[in-house]
């Protein structure tokens, strides 16, 4: 959805296809959903189902591969909401879209 936005309105929402912090809107970072390993790999966690969550990129990037009491966060139960997030404008943002991909910055 993020990225149909930035084909819309590049100048004012830009993307970078490698997430490059600072060539992109900092709404990637704060509001696009990453999967996460509860355990990292690199400190021995499975790369299975069991050891995923979801979490923002900021979030992701910060934690590193740290656990997460060695930086006193825990997990917390998903958000109940009503709300639908921007499904119902994809069709509009669509006939906006070009054919070409949107530029590395």
């Known amino acids: 959805m993020l990225k149909l936005v930035s084909r819309a309105f590049p100048t004012e929402f830009p ?3 490698h997430w490059k912090f600072g060539h992109s809107h900092l709404i990637y970072w704060t509001h696009s959903t990453s999967l996460e ?4 790999i690199a400190r021995g966690g499975l790369d299975e189902s069991s050891n995923f969550v979801t979490t ?3 979030c992701n990037d910060a934690r590193s591969h740290y656990l997460l009491d060695e930086l006193g966060w825990a997990l917390r139960e998903p958000a109940s909401s009503t709300w639908l997030g921007l499904t119902e404008y994809p069709p509009a ?3 906006t879209r070009t054919t070409k991909p949107i530029p590395p910055s």
């Open 15 to 17: 993307y970078h296809s």
């Open 37 to 40: 390993h509860v355990v990292p």
């Open 56 to 58: 923002c990129y900021a």
């Open 93 to 95: 943002l669509k006939a």
